[in-house]
């Protein structure tokens, strides 16, 4: 025996541990090496015919073989033990498999907060279809043959009664000639127009139409009542709400309605262009004109709105560009988780 055989029987040794893949593997490497009969055993008694000069050295090898071997055979048995390398193993310790969990996307959490909040006052969802006929989207709105929006440029025609709704308000018209007052109706939905894709314009956007109608008198201070309650309710309490004279062919009066602006807080920047305030919605009372077009009484009151679903997403998430609202980037969408 020399010291260079005990060294080469511990390099032996530990990569044939090292390789052993199975506690049963483990156990036969044990009985080879470090079993009563094995070969460390074997080479310790053999300590008994070296020279007594050379004793020392070679005592302290022959227990750094043991010591090592034994070693190695308990780290192996160990992860043996845990499944490690035999093939129907479970190491706990890997990364587990990422299912990314899903959300709301914000254009639809709008709406579905929206509906929330509309559902509470009483209001119902009522539908309307995309492709609209021109009379309830123009006509029954009283909005005149000569209208702008009725240009081939602000529309997508598809024939000469049907088009591409430009607004969800048709579905004032589908909820009235399909029920008598009372009315109490929202309808979120796609609404298109021919408009140039930028930061704050699609050819294709949401809406949410609001519908109210009685035979008891219905006021102006009605609707800045329900609009303010919604506004609070969307965007949070401190929200101050606007309400701006303006015209649409199917109100009179009509309002246009502003929020302070999110980013400056009423203040005046670059996003509300100095103003303070940002408008989301349009609404009015009923021109007793579009009552008349379904066959109403004349007698009937109601208030109307109809608010941008886009706007109302961007100002509650600061999103400055519409147009990454539509990319279906999981990047850019898991700001919103
Ligand atoms: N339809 C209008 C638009 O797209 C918004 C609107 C204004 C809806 C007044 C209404 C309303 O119901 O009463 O600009």
């Keep these: 025996m020399t010291l260079q055989e005990i060294e080469s029987t511990k ?10 893949s199975t506690a049963d593997a483990v156990e036969q490497l044990r009985v080879k090496y470090a079993g009563r009969n094995g070969l460390v055993p074997a080479m310790m008694k053999g300590l008994r015919d070296v020279p007594p000069a050379d004793k020392p050295a070679f005592g302290q090898a022959l227990n750094a073989l043991r010591v090592a071997i034994s070693a190695a055979l308990d780290g192996r048995k160990a992860a043996a033990a845990q499944g490690g390398g035999s093939r129907d193993a479970f190491d706990f310790s890997l990364p587990g ?52 929006s009725r240009d081939a440029r602000d529309t997508f025609w598809l024939g000469p009664e049907r088009l591409l709704r430009t607004q969800t308000s048709p579905v004032q018209i589908r909820a009235m000639l399909a029920k008598k007052p009372p009315v109490r109706i929202i309808n979120p939905g796609r609404c298109y127009r021919r408009d140039t894709t930028d930061a704050t314009h699609a050819a294709n956007f949401h809406q949410i139409e609001g519908l109210f109608v009685d035979t008891a008198p219905v006021s102006l201070a009605d609707l800045k009542s329900t609009l303010s309650h919604f506004a609070r ?12 004279p303006h015209y649409f062919p199917f109100t009179e009066p009509s309002v246009e309605v502003d929020l302070t602006c999110h980013v400056c807080k009423g203040k005046g920047c670059a996003v509300c262009k100095q103003s303070g305030w940002i408008e989301i919605l349009g609404a009015g009372i009923v021109d007793t004109r579009v009552f008349r077009n379904v066959g109403y009484d004349e007698d009937c009151y109601g208030y109307a709105f109809g608010m941008g679903v886009e706007r109302i997403a961007m100002i509650k998430h600061g999103i400055t560009d519409l147009r990454l609202l539509y990319t279906g980037d999981l990047r850019y969408l898991r700001n919103f988780l």
């Design 11 to 20: 390099t032996a040794a530990l990569s044939e541990i090292a390789a052993a």
């Design 97 to 148: 498999s990422w299912r990314g969990v899903g959300s709301i996307h914000p254009i639809s959490e709008v709406i579905e907060e929206a509906t929330r909040i509309f559902a509470q006052l009483g209001f119902t969802v009522a539908d309307g279809p995309d492709i609209e006929t021109e009379f309830n989207n123009f006509d029954a709105l009283n909005t005149a043959k000569h209208h702008p």
């Design 233 to 244: 309710e969307m965007m949070g309490q401190s929200v101050k709400v606007r309400f701006r």
